[in-house]
């Protein structure tokens, strides 16, 4: 038996994939854009909470020393890592539902704990893999429906 | 309620409803500004730049972030990182839920329910 068209897969899949960027279906580089929302928000978190444990509790009577925390090296690169994961995010929110993009970008917080268990030796105790486990088919849940509720208008070449 | 208590949770509180306000915000400006990418192509990173700082909408929702942003810094220098991040966070999950519903129209379905709700138990217990 003669398989009968052994080339025409590829050029499909290839069509659908230009067609995928008005369907439901993420590409590549929309995966790249959540999974840098994922990685800048868990570092940023990380730097800042690093940088106020070294400048220590703010009395409400002190408001000039927290608007000066700043000025602190490592909220400093927790403010840089913000600000990168606010260009990822606003991207993503061009083109998916606030109530995709957040339970999307949900593994941040599981990098944040893996992050401790991995570099500040914390231990991770049972109820906190259950959290993993959650946060995780959370996420799994969500990217297997739809991203965007209105269907995009039509595509033009420039607006 | 002693002092601890209302240091920690008062700022967790704003920061809860002013990142909603900042994430419907952000949200709402970028569906009126368009898809990134398609304005990349056709106007450089110059044309988005423009298009994104004439938005006053994205504007209101960058202010009520550093609203979020600085209650967040209060309350970490009060209360430990492990707390406040996924106290904030998890309550954030259905507020916003409910808020892009009632604001954005979005068709907060079942699957998106059930993400929310998954996701905001997760992360207290990962906060343990």
Redo the contacts between chains.
Sequence with gaps: MQNPQPVAIPKAQEQLKLKG?DQVALDR?RYLVLGAIIVFSSTG??F??NG?KH????P?SNLPR?MA?VFNPW?GLGILF?LMF?AA???A???A????V??AT?LS??L??IMGALVLHEHI?V??W??????????G??A??PSI?TK?RQ?K??? | MNAQVFYTWTPIAIMIIASTTGDVLISKAMKQIGDLGELWKCFGFRGVAARMLKSGTLLAAICAMGIAFYMMLFALSHADVSLVVPAGASLTFVTNAIAARLFLHENVDHRRWAAAVLVGIGVVLISR
């Design positions: 960027h580089y978190d990380v800042l909470a106020m400048i220590g509790a703010i409400i927290l925390a909220v913000l606010f995010y606003s991207t929110l061009s083109w539902d606030l109530t995709f957040l339970p949900s917080y599981v944040v704990a105790s109820a906190r259950v959290g993993i486990l959650l946060v995780s088919s959370g996420v849940i969500v297997g429906g509720t995009r595509e070449p420039c607006p």
